[in-house]
């Protein structure tokens, strides 16, 4: 007997609201793009909605960390925590304060890393948390080999 959605087989759709999301596997590089867009997507709304601020921004930061340890492939899990305060100091550029030529940008930048390191390492933190849990449920469910033995199972070499 068919199903309600028209097919054999199928089963209904339920709410969108029970429904998994998505979990796509970001390589290393593909992690580290994520993030830095996703932190200058967000330094854009700090600048915009809140007027640059630096709190909201480190806030902001937090779920960006965490997403980006999430879905980056487990082969390339380590590249995670790397990647991560770069995005950081990436996306503070814009909303760092720096007015004038490039050396004002840059001493910006730097007055906003060391000012508000406390949300960098939280976040580097929280993305090495999750990537040391997900290796370790990787590492568990790995199949477990029986030792061999070595004596018979030699070739001998024939001169």
Not at 5 to 10: A, E, F, H, S, T
Not at 11 to 33: A, D
Not at 78 to 89: D, G, K, Q
């Amino acid at each position: 007997m068919p199903a309600q959605g028209g097919r054999p087989g199928r089963r209904p759709r339920g709410p969108v609201l029970g429904r998994r999301l998505p979990r796509p596997k970001l390589t290393g590089l593909g992690g580290g793009l994520f993030a830095c867009v996703a932190m200058l997507l967000v330094a854009g709304i700090a600048w915009l909605i809140f007027g640059s601020s630096l709190f909201v921004y480190g806030l902001l930061f937090l779920p960006v960390a965490a997403a980006t340890a999430l879905w980056v492939r487990p082969a390339d899990l380590i590249t995670a925590p790397i990647s991560v305060p770069i995005a950081f100091a990436a996306g503070v550029w814009p909303i760092s304060g720096g007015s004038g030529g490039f050396g004002s940008q840059v001493m910006g930048v730097v007055s906003a890393l060391s000012l508000h390191a406390g949300w960098l390492y939280a976040g580097t933190l929280v993305a090495a948390l999750i990537v040391l849990v997900r290796k370790a449920v990787l590492i568990g469910k790995r199949p477990r080999s029986t030792p061999r033995s070595t004596g018979s199972t030699r070739s001998r070499r024939i001169a």
